[in-house]
């Protein structure tokens, strides 16, 4: 078995080329095995190109060794039609009569299905290999058909004494805690999803951008919560760089617990991906309500003494790295 988790462990490297761009479809590696060396790989391209199995078997040569190889997929082979032919019927016409799988795709429209094609055509099918890791690659998407809704990701960053904003600012623009490379990494990680979401005073009070300007890469869908629809479209929120969804009293009811109303609203709009920036309230809500997946939290070498403190929540930390004079620790929600 142990073979079979090395390729599939690079099936799950080779994936995340595709991340931030193959939604909504999910973010799959895939590479073909003849005698214990590679003679193909590929992952799912942007949304409408090829799948990763296609881009594999594509990559192949000498197409006379697939009878003879194993293909590795980190994700289940879809079984029916959409904006391409089911990868399932790729395999199978190519005699490759060997496909090692990480997980099952449980989305409705495959949910085995795939597996059961491959095995009715001949192929013998290992399922279930590095499957906890292949669940977390593909947590995205898993979220967004499992559980009706995005997948979550709040992001602040916080002073070393706890603090997200001073008390007062003389100017409408953000106080910056952490460090340029920091703020790089922040650029990355907007490109990487959907969506990003803030609420009516981060606006008001920082008049952000919300774009991926210090990365090469697509900006995300700005989401604003404006109540009363009260927000001038002189806020740099609702300029051409990119698309703003804006949520009032007219999409959701403002009396009634919040978030999940949002999320519900968002999954209605086929948002998978959400990262939730601000401000302190706004964070709050998502927490209080359990409506959060991960949280991305910088802290910086500066202190404020006083100011607006950082959210309160509880999680497991899974990861810490120094980013210069910062520390970046990620958490996930118990």
Not at 22 to 30: A, I, Q
Not at 62 to 85: I, R, W
Not at 165 to 182: D, F, G, L, M, Q
């Amino acid at each position: 078995m142990k073979i079979h988790e090395k390729y599939i462990k690079y099936c799950i490297e080779i994936a995340k080329n595709g991340l931030g761009t193959t939604r909504p479809n999910p973010m799959v590696g895939c590479v073909i095995v003849h005698n214990n060396t590679i003679i193909g790989e590929g992952f799912t391209s942007p949304y409408g190109g090829p799948h990763a199995e296609v881009n594999a078997i594509n990559s192949v040569k000498n197409k006379a060794l697939l009878s003879e190889a194993t293909l590795y997929v980190t994700l289940e082979p879809c079984s029916h039609f959409g904006k391409t032919p089911p990868c399932s019927d790729l395999i199978i016409e190519n005699k490759i009569k060997k496909v090692v799988i990480g997980c099952i795709d449980d989305h409705s429209v495959v949910a085995g299905k795939g597996i059961e094609k491959l095995k009715i055509g001949g192929c013998e099918v290992i399922v279930g290999v590095l499957e906890n890791a292949c669940k977390e690659h593909h947590k995205r998407f898993f979220t967004f058909h499992n559980k009706k809704r995005p997948y979550i990701i709040l992001k602040w960053a916080q002073t070393r004494d706890g603090f997200i904003a001073p008390n007062t600012k003389k100017e409408t623009k953000p106080v910056w805690i952490t460090n340029v490379y920091s703020r790089q990494l922040v650029h990355k990680w907007r490109t990487e999803e959907q969506a990003i979401f803030v609420g009516t005073q981060t606006v008001k009070s920082d008049n952000p951008s919300l774009t991926a300007r210090d990365w090469k890469g697509k900006n995300p869908i700005r989401i604003v919560l404006d109540k009363n629809n009260s927000l001038s479209n002189s806020y740099r929120v609702f300029n051409t760089d990119a698309k703003t969804i804006r949520i009032t009293n007219e999409n959701i009811n403002f009396s009634k617990p919040l978030a999940k109303q949002i999320t519900d609203l968002l999954f209605e709009k086929d948002i998978n991906s959400v990262i939730v920036e601000g401000g302190a309230k706004t964070l709050q809500t998502f927490i209080d309500e359990g409506l959060w997946d991960e949280a991305r939290v910088f802290t910086g070498s500066i202190s404020f003494e006083t100011g607006l403190k950082a959210p309160k929540f509880k999680g497991s930390c899974i990861s810490e790295t120094k980013i210069s004079d910062d520390i970046l620790k990620i958490y996930t929600n118990d």
